[in-house]
């Protein structure tokens, strides 16, 4: 074999470990100017996470470090303060390019947590990983216009705020059909542990007891519930449920 091809083939595959370990790599050439980059947000709010790219993206002109990017996302918290709930970074040497790949949780629910008895408060929203997330994180993702209609509320006590409460209403909302969680407008959870969801139907609140377990079951049969009462132009002002075997329906007279 002639040396010219001998010496592409293992520029080639010197190549192929560069890109494979890019890391390793990129580490050895601190103080990289012009580095090109490339961002997805994803469906995250784009001035936070713009902003946290920023600093990223001069961090590594500054180390030309992957790893030390990462180190710095974990020990700032950069992603918990830009609401990200996964992302990736990667660096492409030939072209000398950044790429970043954000995800961010979609909102469920405006959270309201009371606390002697009631005469206190704050506020949070929920999020489809059963996590609570600032306030802040609906505002921006309105500004960016990835957010639109309004959230239901949900309100309850601290004492019953905890992650299995948190995960039990995640799953129940989040698992509604579009059509159904539009209908949704509060979900309450009193201090015994018993759930109340208000409807609004047609422009009407429908009151739905759902008692203190089984919730999921009981949300499935108020789905199918309220679809049939709608085909019959009905609207339901109370719905008792905290008997699984045991649908309680009354109407108001005045509709």
Known sequence: MKRNQMSLIFFSLMTVLFLL??????????????????TSFGSCPSRAVGKMTLQLVKAFEDSGSLRSLKE???????????????????YDPLRKYLNFK??????????????????ESY???????????????????????????????????VGNMDDDVQ?????????????????LSEVIL????????ILSVKGHPSSVFLGKDEWNDKVIKLGRLVTYMESKNKIPAIIN???SKKVVVKFNDRF
């Not at 950069?78 to 990736?88: E, G, K, N, T, W």
């Not at 954000?102 to 005469?119: A, T």
């Not at 995960?167 to 209908?183: E, L, N, P, S």
């Open 241 to 243: 449920l905290t008997n």
């Open 123 to 157: 506020e949070a929203i929920l999020v489809d990983n059963g996590e609570l997330y600032d306030p802040t994180y609906e505002v921006l993702l309105r500004t960016d216009k990835k957010l639109s209609g309004e959230l239901p509320f949900l309100a309850l006590p």
């Open 102 to 119: 954000y995800e961010c949780p979609n909102p469920l629910m405006k959270v309201q947590i009371y606390k002697n008895n009631g005469l």
């Open 21 to 38: 370990d890019s890391d390793a790599i990129t580490s050895m050439t601190p103080g990289l100017t012009e580095v090109k980059y490339r």
């Open 190 to 197: 009193n201090e015994s542990g018993e759930l109340t969801v």
């Open 72 to 90: 710095m996302i974990v020990k700032e918290k950069l992603d918990q303060r830009s609401f990200i709930s996964s992302y990736s970074v990667s």
């Open 167 to 183: 995960r039990q209403i995640t799953k129940i909302v989040a698992g509604m059909d579009t059509a159904f969680r539009k209908k």
